[in-house]
């Protein structure tokens, strides 16, 4: 069974950092998509930053430049590092991997309906 459980959120001032974490056990998180979505109240959950199998990697317009999204294989462990923090950055921050191909290739969707498996989520909150 797959699981995923984040960390290392928290509540900072704007232009503040964090580090988020994802450990994933069940599987080596070198065989998947895995991501980092988001949802603020009201709102969709949305992707943030994708990472692929082959080590490419995909940002939101609104986080490219401040975020930056990496695995460490050894540790089964996804990052979020996230710097010049913005309030309209306060959400629920979602771990989410993918194992199986997308469409018969290697592609990594980021739409939340493609991720079967899920973490609790932490909390961001960014005060101005």
């Known amino acids: 069974q797959v699981q995923l459980a984040e960390s290392g959120g928290g509540s900072v001032q704007a232009g503040g950092s964090l580090r988020l974490s994802c450990a994933a056990s069940?599987?080596?998180?070198?065989?998947?998509?895995m991501g980092w979505f988001r949802q603020a109240p009201g709102k969709e959950r949305e992707a943030v930053a994708i990472?692929?199998?082959?080590?490419?990697?995909r940002y939101a317009d609104s986080v490219k430049g401040r975020f930056t999204i990496s695995k460490d294989n050894t540790k089964n462990t996804l990052y979020l590092e996230m710097n010049s923090l913005k309030p309209e950055d306060t959400a629920m921050y979602y771990c989410?991997?993918?194992?199986?191909?997308?469409?018969?290739?290697?592609?990594?969707?980021?739409?939340?309906?493609?991720?079967?498996?899920w973490g609790q989520g932490t909390q961001v909150t960014i005060s101005s």
């Open positions: 989410a991997a993918r194992r199986s191909l997308f469409g018969g290739t290697t592609y990594c969707p980021t739409s939340r309906v493609n991720y079967p498996n």
């Open positions: 069940g599987y080596t998180s070198s065989s998947l998509c």
């Open positions: 990472s692929a199998r082959d080590g490419s990697t």
